[in-house]
């Protein structure tokens, strides 16, 4: 069963940089879809990105198109968000999220996700 682990959040000024990775446990990693998603304090959790098991099906929110990149490297079981140009409403808890099969951008198709990492963008 895959488990997976964020990493990389922290705290950055607005146009800055931050990576975030997604380490996961488990075989058949490489057959997963795995997404990014994020909830601010008081707000939804929303999608933010997903990439399929082949690492050119890729899917953006319109709100980080442009700025953020999510990228795979299935040898180590990682998947990367690039995250550039951060705004003040980028702040948010960031999760991983994993499911066997195709990229979803809703929270409810994976069944599998992380603990979340916070990313903290100032003004």
């Known amino acids: 069963q895959v488990q997976l682990v964020e990493s990389g959040g922290g705290l950055v000024q607005a146009g800055g940089s931050l990576r975030l990775s997604c380490v996961a446990s488990g075989r058949m990693f490489s057959t997963y879809s795995v997404a990014w998603f994020r909830q601010a304090p008081g707000k939804e959790r929303d999608f933010v990105a997903v990439?399929?098991?082949?690492?050119?099906?890729?899917y953006y929110a319109d709100s980080v198109k442009g700025r953020f990149t999510i990228s795979r490297d299935n040898a180590k079981n990682t998947v990367a968000l690039q995250m550039n140009s951060l705004k003040p409403e980028d702040t948010a808890i960031y999760y991983c999220?994993?499911?066997?099969?195709?990229?979803?951008?809703?929270?409810?198709?994976?069944?599998?996700w992380g603990q979340g990492t916070q990313a903290t963008v100032s003004s």
């Open positions: 990439i399929g098991w082949s690492a050119g099906d890729t």
């Open positions: 999220a994993a499911r066997s099969g195709g990229p979803l951008m809703y929270s409810r198709g994976y069944d599998r």
